[in-house]
């Protein structure tokens, strides 16, 4: 996750990576993210800057937490799935790897989002709170993979999507129409997943009952819901472009 608006922190100037492959989102019905505990050499060789970098950020905003996340490293694309090896990392090692502009190194940042589906065939999409990493930005309910997420000394991309919406939006999964194959997003720098979950009620009447799980929480993880209806929409609210091409995905099929 980017830091907060407005953050800054010494650090060199931004790195160019080598050209990844072209971002892509396939379907995809078996997904194995085998988990190692070794930790990314990257980290520990840029400690210093990240722990400077990390600082900075806190001094921002001291909601910032540094918890436990996952990076994937060996993708491998196959007809029906994706295979990884997910190595844990600090939040605060992705801030400054973030900062640097997401150079090639190697490994892929992993999250999960939900796309909360309405009976119009429009999707909920969402603004994420200012006091967040990613404050104001657009896109889908979801973040990153945590410990939360390990089944067996594998993570679960599905549990991740399901927790966070869950989180984010209060609409528990016993009450959506879960589609069991999910969509997979990878460029150079990122692994995403996002499962497609079927509300049984108009997008606009889903946005509002997540607003009004909102209003309940003393601190929400997001500032705004809405419904989009199609790719104008998308050039209207200009989402992140992890969420812009999962939308497209679905727009292209309805």
């Known amino acids: 996750m980017p830091l907060k608006r407005g953050a800054s922190g010494a650090a060199p100037a931004r790195q160019q990576g080598r050209p990844g492959p072209e971002p892509s ?11 190692d505990s070794a930790p990314l ?3 520990s060789d840029n400690s210093g800057a990240i722990a400077q970098h990390w600082a900075v950020a806190r001094a921002d905003n001291p909601t910032l937490f540094d918890g436990r996340i996952y990076m994937a490293t060996d993708v491998h694309r196959g007809p029906d ?3 990884a090896i997910a190595h844990p990392m600090q939040f605060s090692a992705l801030t400054y790897w973030r900062h640097l502009g997401l150079p090639t190194t190697g490994f892929h940042i992993l999250f ?3 796309i ?3 009976t119009d065939g429009a999707i909920l999409m969402v603004r994420v709170a200012d006091h967040n990493a990613t404050a104001g930005m657009i ?3 979801g973040g990153t993979f945590d410990d939360a997420d390990l089944i067996k000394g594998r993570l679960d991309p599905l549990l991740c999507c399901l927790r966070e919406g869950e989180e984010e939006t209060g609409w528990p999964r016993s009450e959506l129409a879960v589609d069991p194959v999910l969509l997979a997003y990878t460029d150079h720098a990122r692994l995403a997943f996002a499962c497609i979950a079927d509300m049984g009620v108009t997008a606009e009447a889903g946005a509002a009952r997540v607003r009004a799980f909102l209003g309940g929480e003393d601190m929400p993880e997001l500032a705004e819901v809405f419904p989009a209806f199609g790719t104008e929409e998308l050039n209207r609210v200009a989402p992140n472009i992890v969420a812009r091409r999962f939308a497209e995905w679905i727009f292209d099929r309805n």
């Open 112 to 114: 999960g989002n939900i």
């Open 41 to 43: 050499r990257w980290a």
């Open 116 to 118: 909360l589906r309405g």
């Open 81 to 83: 799935g994706i295979a």
């Open 25 to 35: 989102v396939t379907p995809v019905r078996q997904v194995t993210l085998t988990t």
């Open 139 to 141: 896109g889908f309910p």
